[in-house]
Nanobody
Framework: QVQLVESGGGLTQPGGSLRLSCAAS????????MAWYRQAPGKERELVAI???????DYAASVKGRFTISRDDAKNTVYLQMNSLKLEDTAVYYC?????????????WGQGTQVTVSS
């Protein structure tokens, strides 16, 4: 069984910064894709940032230049550094990973962490 556990959400003012972490645990052979999604109230879940093993990261246009995704494969962890936060960044942020485990490749999701940007 593979689990993704997020941390680092919270409340900040516009212009502030937060750093999210997501650690994968369990019977993991390798991880290909690691990504962050978010879902604001009344809106659909959207891709924020994605990083493929050995590849370059990619970002939603709305966060490009403000957010940075990175991964530490030795720790099976993905990070999202969020700078210059805006009110519209308020959402529940979910970690997603494509993991090779005993049952083969599967997509896993974290439980979500709330990010609130408010003045």
């Amino acid at each position: 069984q593979v689990q993704l556990v997020e941390s680092g959400g919270g409340l900040t003012q516009p212009g502030g910064s937060l750093r999210l972490s997501c650690a994968a645990s369990g019977q993991i052979f390798s991880i290909n894709k690691m990504a962050w999604y978010r879902q604001a109230p009344g809106k659909e879940r959207e891709l924020v940032a994605i990083i493929i093993s050995g590849g370059n990261p990619d970002y939603a246009a709305s966060v490009k230049g403000r957010f940075t995704i990175s991964r530490d494969d030795a720790k099976n962890t993905v990070y999202l550094q969020m700078n210059s936060l805006k009110l519209e960044d308020t959402a529940v942020y979910y970690c997603n990973a494509n993991v090779n485990s005993w049952g083969g490749w599967s997509d896993y999701w974290g439980q979500g962490t709330q990010v609130t940007v408010s003045s």
